[in-house]
T-cell receptor, first 111, second 112 residues
């Protein structure tokens, strides 16, 4: 069975400070990892996926298979980054593309 | 291109009743997944429908059932409602079981 752990329920940083949202996963096979974001009063939306290796809104995430982690990073936090962030996993190559989500981390950027 | 829409947005039901939630997938999408999000938790996978067939199911009892129609819209039915069924129910659609799923705004179900 797969599991996603986000150890921080709430993370507060000052504007301009670096941000790191932690995500650890447990899965015996090869996973696909994602970060989803939910801004206030908006729907859940995909932020980035590890296979695309993109930087979205200044955020990046590197899959570390040795540490089974997929931490989300941004060098300089902006107020508009305040949101709920969810890390999610799906087994790669499976016929059913169910996402397993972590419990989420609420990021609060202090002006 | 229209996004994923869910109805109703809010619903209150009594324990033991049955409920049907609806989801219209995004234009061009033939895959719909349903998730339950309890307060303070991440979304939990219920099941997925692809071209009108169930394509995977999470750890939910049989009283949670679904349907997908030829136009790829979908319904989630829950029988014999329990208090713990109170949650936000999310629908997500994608193309050909693709990994890039687009979520609806959710239906908030309260069971009293």
């Amino acid at each position: 069975a797969q599991r996603v752990t986000q150890p921080e329920k709430l993370l507060s940083v000052f504007k301009g400070a670096p941000v790191e949202l932690k995500c650890n996963y447990s899965y015996s096979g090869s996973p696909e990892l994602f970060w989803y974001v939910q801004y206030s009063r908006q729907r859940l939306q995909l932020l980035l996926r590890h296979i695309s290796r993109e930087s979205i809104k200044g955020f990046t995430a590197d899959l570390n298979k040795g540490e089974t982690s997929f931490h989300l990073k941004k060098p300089f936090a902006q107020e508009e980054d305040s949101a709920m962030y969810y890390c999610a996993l799906t087994p790669s190559g499976a016929g059913s593309y169910q996402l397993t989500f972590g419990k989420g981390t609420k990021l609060s950027v202090i002006p | 291109e229209t996004g994923v829409t869910q109805s109703p947005t809010h619903l209150i039901k009594t324990r033991g009743q049955q409920v049907t939630l609806r989801c219209s997938s995004q234009s061009g999408h033939n895959t719909v997944s349903w998730y339950q999000q309890a307060l303070g938790q991440g979304p939990q996978f219920i099941f997925q429908y692809y071209r009108e067939e169930e394509n995977g199911r999470g750890n939910f009892p049989p009283r949670f059932s679904g349907l997908q129609f030829p136009n790829y819209s979908s319904e989630l039915n829950v029988n014999a409602l329990e208090l713990d069924d109170s949650a936000l129910y999310l629908c997500a659609s994608s193309r050909d079981r693709g990994l890039e799923a687009f979520f609806g705004q959710g239906t908030r179900l309260t069971v009293v």
